[in-house]
Structure formats: C-alpha cells, structure tokens
C-alpha cells in the first residue's frame, strides 16, 4: 500500500471559504503532482512539482495554488472556493526517474456551496 | 496532440468471466504505458507498467500487452471476481520532457455481476 496521504477525505464549504487540501508522502519521492478528476472524467494535471521549492502549473486552468516547502508535503490551496470547484482532488508522487510508478492519494472529494 | 482512447466505456460481465479492455494511445515520444484501477471515490492504484520493450506483463489475473507499432494496449481480466468492479485507466507516460507527463485515458466502467 501507498504511503501517501490525503486529508481531508470529503469536505462541504460555503462559497468564498478559503481552503487548503494536504498531502503528504513518506517515500521520499522528488516529484509530486495533483489532478483533478470530474465524474467519469480523465484526471486533469494542475499542478506539479519536482522538488523543493519547485512548483509548475498544470495543463488544466485552475484558481489554486500550491507550495512545496519540505519533501513530504504538497498542500494545494484555494483562496476563495466557487461551485464550480466542485470535484475530486488527487494527490500523487513518484520517483524522479522515468518508468518508475506514480501512487495516488485516496482523494479530497471537494463540494462548494 | 496527445492523446489515449479506451474502449468500451463501459462494460459488464458475469463472475467468473474473462474481459479484455482496449487502449489506442497517440503519445509521443512514448517512455511507458500503465494500466490503473480505481475504485469509487478512491485514488487509482497500479496494475501494470510496460516500457518500450516489453509486451506483456502479468499481475496475478491481470496481464497486459502493448504493440508500441500500432500505439495498442490491452487489458485481460481472467476469472473475474466481484471486488474487480472498478474504473480501469489506461496511462501513457511521455519521454523527452523532464516531468515525464503522464496522459490518461477516461477509463473503462467494468461492473462484474454475481
């Protein structure tokens, strides 16, 4: 099993909230990355990292934001949350090397109000 | 554009049936092409990885083949079971960018009956 962790796991907030989405690894893994998945949907790249202090947006347009102070931790954070943020969140991490796996986080499964 | 098609969309089969799933995918440079289930509300968790070289992998009822000519993977789900239900997503990894960006596919429903 995956030591990557996402929290929280459902979350319901009113409009204009600010939130942040964490997740963590214990793999010491370099790159980290979150997708964004609709229902029945391919997962969306919005934001990725290849390290410390490296942050990269994604191929999706998204309103959030990440940071990448230690290893471990990749929260993603949303300055005011709108309806249509509505989604689920995916956390993962991988090797910097090619060919390696990518684990997935369970999900932060995101409903504004 | 990068692309990866999966078909069908959705599928249901009986206990103890085998399935195969297709994926076509347009990506290049090709680095590998992953083969992920996810569960209802939960993360997608590796099945297989293939590089370039390799044709087929197998985990346990799962194997996998890749025809890297025709940009082809398929997906074989022996003896199905009940917990099999699940989206299955195929994933092709592009070579030649630092990221190793990963494409992904819309999945492919199966529903295994009883």
């Known amino acids: 099993e995956a030591d990557i962790y996402q929290t929280p796991r459902y979350l319901v907030i009113g409009t204009g909230k600010k939130i942040t989405l964490e997740c963590s690894q214990t793999m010491g893994h370099d790159k980290m990355y979150w997708y964004q998945q609709d229902p029945g949907m391919e997962l969306h790249l919005i934001h990725y990292s290849y390290g410390v202090n490296s942050t990269e947006k994604g191929d999706l347009s998204s309103e959030s934001t990440v940071s990448r102070i230690r290893t471990e931790h990749f929260p993603l954070t949303l300055e005011s949350a709108r309806p249509s943020h509505t989604s689920q969140y995916l956390c993962?991490?991988?090797?910097?090397?090619?060919?390696?796996?990518?684990?997935f986080g369970q999900g932060t499964r995101l409903t504004v109000v | 554009k990068n692309q990866v098609e999966q078909s069908p969309q959705s599928l249901i089969i009986l206990e103890g049936k085998n399935c195969t799933l297709q994926c076509n995918y347009t990506v290049s440079p090709f680095s590998n092409l992953r083969w992920y289930k996810q569960d209802t509300g939960r993360g997608p968790v590796s099945l297989t990885i293939m590089t370039f070289s390799e044709n087929t992998k197998s985990n346990g009822r799962y194997t996998a083949t890749l025809d890297a000519d025709t940009k082809q993977s398929s997906l074989h789900i022996t003896a199905s079971q009940l917990s099999d239900s699940a989206s299955y997503i195929c994933v092709v990894s592009d070579r030649g960018s630092t990221l190793g960006r990963l494409y992904f596919g819309r999945g492919t429903q199966l529903t295994v009956w009883p």
């Open positions: 993962a991490s991988s090797l910097r090397t090619d060919n390696t796996e990518a684990f």
